[in-house]
C-alpha cells in the first residue's frame, strides 16, 4: 500500500492530509504561524501521529499554498489551482467548476472531463471575497468565524455594506453596532456582501455544471445558500471531506502519480 | 555585452547616460512608442523612453493623480518628483492613452508647485487615433510642430540630411531586432525571454549607435552560444499593458518549464517590424511607418488587425501559451486581452490573464501562484 501526503501551507490555515491507495487516513488543520516550514511540520506531524505512520513510510509529499517554496521536505510543489481541481474531481467526479474560497484569494477553476484544468480566474489584489474579509468582520461582532454561517437563518433585514473594501465595510459594521441594528441583520450582510462579490467572479467564467465550493468558507451555511439564489443554481456539497481540505488531498493525490 | 543592456534596462541613470551628460549633450524623454525618436535623434539629442522603475514611494504620485489611476504615469511622475530625471533636458508627452494624457497635466501641475520638476522643453505631442487620410496629415502637420519647437529651444536645425541618417540608423537598429527576433523563434530558442527584454528595453534608452554596435556584436556570439534554455520548455508570449518590468519576464521565467520566446510589448518588439523608407519627405514617410501600423488598441477600430498579428506570433515563434497582462485601469489592455483571451483560446491557444500594479512587484507570490498553475494546465 503506498502512503502520500498533501501540505497545504495557506495564508490563514495549514493542512497536511495522509493518503492510503483509497482514502484518507488521517487530517490535521492548523491555524498558520509566521514561518511556513514550522507549519508545514506541525501540520505533518499531527497528521502523521493521527495516521500512526512515520515520514521514512510516506512515498511523497507534495507541497500546495502560499507558502509551498519553503516547505524544504516535499518531493514536488503543484499550485493550489491544480491541488483543488484534483481533489475536488476525485471526492466528486461530476464536479466541472470549482470555486475555492481561501485565506487570502477567492479562485474560480473549471476543470475538464479529465479533470484537467481548463481554466481559472482569481480575485484582484483585494481582501474582500477571501476567507480574511469574514475573519475581519467576525472579529468586529466580537463572534467567532463559525457562527456568522447560521445568522442569515435569523435575520429579516441584512444590512447592506457600502463598500466591499474590507476597511471600510470594517468602519460600517462599527457604525450599525452604534445605531443598535441587531447583530444577525449585520452578519447576514456579511453574508450578502462576500456572496455577491464572489458570484461575481464565478459568472466570469461561465460556469459549467455541477459547481462546488472547497475552501473554510465552504463551511459557511450563509454564504453558500445567498450565492446559490444569486447565482441561480445548487452547489454540490462535499461530504466525503471537509471542504477545506480539499487542496491537500489533491496534492496528495499527486504524489501518487509520481 | 549583456551586462551592458541589463544595465540600461535597470537602471535609469545607467552608465550610457552619465557619459552622454558628461559629453554635453542634451537629453529629452518621451512617453509613447508612437513619438518618432529619429526626430529628435535627428537633432543630435538622446532620446530616451520615460520609465517609472525605482520609485521608492508613491507620496507625489498619488497626489496629482489621485488613487483610481494606471500606475505607470504615476510613477514616471513619482520619479520626476523625486529627483530621478534631472537628465532630462526635454520631455514629450503623449496621448497613447488617458492616463498618460493626463501625466502632462500632473507634472505641469506639479512643475508649478515644486521648482526643478519639469524639465526646460515640455512638450504634448499629439496622436490621431485613426489612419484615415486626413488623420495622417494632422500627424504630419504635429511632426513638423516638434520639429520647429525642438530647433527653436535647443538652437539646432534638423535639415533632410540628418533626418535621413537619423533613419538609417534606426532602421539598423530594428533590423538587428528582427535578427534577434529569428533566433527566438528557433528550437531551442538560444537566448532567454528576461535577456532579449533587457536587449529591446536598452534600445529605448542606450544612444541609438551604441545600441546597435553592442546588439551586433551580442547577436555574433549568440550564432555559436550552447543551449542554456531548459530542455522542452513551454514558449509563451507575453501581451499587453505598457511594460518595461524586467522583474515580471524574470519572475515568469522563474518557473523552470517556462521560456519566454515572444513579445507584443510597446517596450518590446512591437514596433521593429517594418524598416523606414528613406524618401524626399521623411516626415511623410515617419508618419506613414508610426501611425501606418495599428499595433496598440489605443488605435480605432483595428482590433481584427491585432489580433491577426497575435496569430502570426503564436504561429511563427511556435507559442505555447499566451500570457495578456495588464496594469490596473488599464481600460485599453483591460479590454483588448478580455478579447484576445477569447479569440485565441477559441484556436485552442491556452490563455492566461493578470492584473496587476505597475512597479516594484508588489504581487509577487499571488502572481507566481497563477503562473505555477497556468505552467501545470498547459504541461
Known amino acids: 500500500m503506498t502512503l502520500t501526503a498533501g501540505c497545504d501551507v495557506g495564508s490563514l490555515t495549514t493542512k497536511a492530509v495522509i493518503m492510503d491507495d483509497k482514502a484518507v487516513k488521517s487530517s490535521a488543520l492548523i491555524k498558520s504561524k509566521s514561518n511556513p516550514e514550522a507549519s508545514a511540520r506541525q501540520a505533518m506531524a499531527e497528521a502523521m501521529e493521527k495516521a500512526g505512520v512515520t515520514e521514512s513510510e510516506l512515498s511523497n509529499v507534495i507541497g500546495t499554498g502560499y507558502g509551498r517554496e519553503k516547505i524544504p521536505f516535499v518531493t514536488d510543489v503543484k499550485s493550489e489551482i491544480s491541488c483543488h481541481a484534483r481533489g475536488a474531481k476525485w471526492l466528486l467526479p461530476s464536479i466541472k467548476t470549482i470555486i475555492d474560497i481561501g485565506g487570502q484569494d477567492c479562485k474560480i477553476i473549471r476543470i475538464d472531463d479529465q479533470g484537467e484544468v481548463v481554466r481559472f480566474v482569481t480575485n484582484d489584489k483585494c481582501a474582500s471575497g477571501t476567507g480574511r474579509f469574514l475573519e475581519v468582520m467576525a472579529k468586529a461582532l466580537y463572534m467567532d468565524i463559525s457562527e456568522l454561517g447560521d445568522l442569515n437563518r435569523k435575520s429579516n433585514s441584512p444590512v447592506t455594506l457600502t463598500s466591499t473594501c474590507t476597511v471600510w465595510a470594517q468602519a460600517d459594521i462599527v457604525k450599525f453596532i452604534h445605531s443598535g441594528i441587531p447583530v444577525e441583520d449585520i452578519g447576514a450582510g456579511i453574508n450578502l456582501a462576500m456572496a455577491k462579490r464572489v458570484s461575481t467572479l464565478v459568472n466570469s467564467v461561465q460556469p459549467e455544471k455541477e459547481v462546488c465550493m472547497t475552501g473554510g468558507v465552504a463551511k459557511n451555511r450563509g454564504v453558500t445558500s445567498l450565492m446559490e439564489k444569486l447565482l441561480g443554481f445548487r452547489l454540490k456539497p462535499i461530504r466525503r471531506a471537509d471542504p477545506q481540505l480539499v487542496g491537500a488531498i489533491g496534492a496528495a493525490l499527486f504524489g501518487r502519480n509520481r | ?379
Open chain 2, 1 to 379: 555585452m549583456m551586462k551592458q543592456f541589463m544595465q540600461a534596462a535597470t537602471g535609469l541613470n545607467h552608465p550610457g547616460i552619465t557619459q552622454w551628460k558628461e559629453n554635453g549633450g542634451a537629453i529629452v524623454g518621451y512617453s509613447c512608442s508612437y513619438l518618432p525618436a529619429e526626430l529628435i535623434h535627428a537633432a543630435g539629442i538622446l532620446p530616451i523612453r520615460l520609465r517609472g522603475i525605482e520609485t521608492t514611494g508613491m507620496d507625489m504620485g498619488d497626489a496629482y493623480f489621485g488613487p483610481y489611476i494606471c500606475s505607470y504615469p504615476k510613477c514616471i511622475l513619482q520619479q520626476a518628483a523625486q529627483g530621478g530625471y534631472q537628465m532630462l533636458d526635454g520631455a514629450v508627452i503623449t496621448p497613447g492613452c488617458d492616463s498618460m494624457r493626463r501625466l502632462f497635466e500632473c507634472w505641469r501641475k506639479a512643475g508649478e508647485d515644486h521648482q526643478g520638476v519639469v524639465p526646460g522643453f515640455f512638450y504634448y505631442f499629439d496622436v490621431p487615433h485613426k489612419t484615415v487620410d486626413h488623420r495622417m496629415k494632422w500627424f504630419v502637420d504635429e511632426i513638423d510642430s516638434i520639429q520647429k519647437a525642438i530647433e527653436t529651444h535647443f538652437e539646432v536645425e534638423i535639415t533632410v540630411e540628418s533626418l535621413h541618417r537619423s533613419i538609417a540608423t534606426y532602421n539598423q537598429g530594428r533590423k538587428l531586432m528582427r535578427d534577434l527576433e529569428r533566433f527566438r523563434t528557433q528550437l531551442p530558442a538560444p537566448i532567454s525571454g528576461t535577456e532579449a527584454f533587457a536587449i529591446s528595453i536598452a534600445g529605448t534608452t542606450l544612444p541609438r549607435e551604441e545600441f546597435n554596435a553592442t546588439l551586433s556584436n551580442f547577436l555574433e556570439t549568440l550564432e555559436n552560444r550552447s543551449d542554456k534554455n531548459p530542455e522542452n520548455p513551454k514558449r509563451l508570449m507575453v501581451i499587453g499593458s505598457i511594460s518595461d518590468d524586467l522583474d515580471l519576464i524574470k519572475l515568469i521565467e522563474s518557473n523552470e518549464k517556462a521560456l519566454v520566446v515572444a513579445d507584443n510589448l510597446c517596450f518590446g518588439v512591437r514596433h521593429d517590424a517594418e524598416e523606414i523608407p528613406v524618401t524626399d519627405n521623411p516626415l511623410e514617410a515617419l508618419a506613414q511607418s508610426y501611425l501606418g501600423a495599428s499595433t496598440c488598441p489605443r488605435m480605432f477600430g483595428q482590433y481584427k488587425e491585432r489580433l491577426a498579428i497575435l496569430e502570426k506570433k503564436v504561429e511563427s515563434y511556435s507559442v505555447d501559451g499566451v500570457i495578456l497582462q495588464n496594469i490596473r485601469f488599464c481600460d485599453l489592455h483591460g479590454s483588448e486581452n478580455g478579447l484576445f483571451e477569447r479569440d485565441l483560446e477559441k484556436q485552442g491557444i491556452p490563455c492566461l490573464k493578470l492584473e496587476r500594479e505597475y512597479g516594484p512587484l508588489a504581487d509577487t507570490g499571488r502572481l507566481k501562484m497563477r503562473l505555477d498553475a497556468f505552467m501545470e494546465r498547459i504541461s
